[in-house]
């Protein structure tokens, strides 16, 4: 892991960028002598680390003692589309606009993503665990597919905070019986791209037997800011 930026913000917060091979990613930790808690945090749908409200996220759990690291993994942010990934993109743009069904679209482009996401995020937890003054348990927030799958995958990711806001494929639909960690899922009741329904199915889906639904009126971005001091609260009962 190479750190190829640093500064320090106004709250205290360290900030990093890092390269580790062709990953790109950014890490934020708080001022504290002892090691602290990591939360991965990932946003929907592979949308970029540099992504304006997931910094904004990411800095302030820092601030309230965390270790907070994301990437642009495959497929996701500035790296590198697939043409197979663009022509996806192109048919769901289109399908959107006509009014037609698009849950075979999004399929066939969330999919791929969460399975090329997957390694790399794996090989940034190995690279951030082994710096001085971070350590597990490992938190995960954000992007719900990929974070699914992770949870199967991954037993260093003790608890999740999911956003229903991004499309799940059927496959982590399925895979969701096998996420037993402590859970939190924030649902918007008023998210005309994500069905309710399907939101409330997958959340009884999962097998956690510690799991918190919270909902709140509004469309896709309109999640209130205190759940995000709720999610630090929830994170804080099992990382701390």
Excluded at 15 to 40: C, D, H, K, Y
Excluded at 126 to 149: E, F, K, M, N, Q
Aim: hydrophobic content about 45%.
């Amino acid at each position: 892991m190479d750190f190829t930026t640093e500064r320090r913000l106004e709250d205290g917060v360290l900030e990093r960028e890092f390269t580790l091979g062709e990953i790109p990613g950014t890490l934020w930790t708080p001022e504290s002598a002892a090691p602290v808690p990591l939360i991965l945090m990932a946003h929907n749908n592979g949308l970029p680390k540099a992504e304006p409200r997931l910094v904004a996220r990411a800095r302030l759990s820092a601030a309230a003692g965390y270790a907070v690291a994301s990437i642009d993994a495959a497929g996701c942010g500035d790296r590198p589309r697939s043409a197979a990934a663009e022509q996806a993109r192109a048919d769901l743009r289109r399908a959107m606009r006509a009014g037609e069904p698009v849950d075979d679209l999004f399929e066939s482009l969330v999919g791929p993503l969460v399975e090329q996401a997957v390694p790399d995020w794996r090989t940034a937890l190995d690279a951030l665990l082994a710096l001085p003054g971070i350590t597990g348990p490992v938190g995960y927030s954000g992007w719900t597919a990929l974070g699914i799958r992770l949870a199967v995958l991954e037993p260093r990711i003790a608890v999740a905070g999911f956003f229903a806001g991004g499309y799940v494929p059927r496959a982590q639909r399925e895979e969701a019986r096998q996420v037993t960690i402590p859970l939190l899922l924030l649902l918007q009741w008023d998210d005309d791209g994500n069905p309710r329904q399907r939101a409330l199915d997958l959340f009884d889906a999962f097998g956690s037997k510690e799991k918190t639904l919270h909902a709140n009126l509004g469309g896709h971005l309109g999640t209130p800011w205190f759940e995000r001091e709720d999610g630090d609260r929830f994170f804080g009962r099992h990382l701390k």
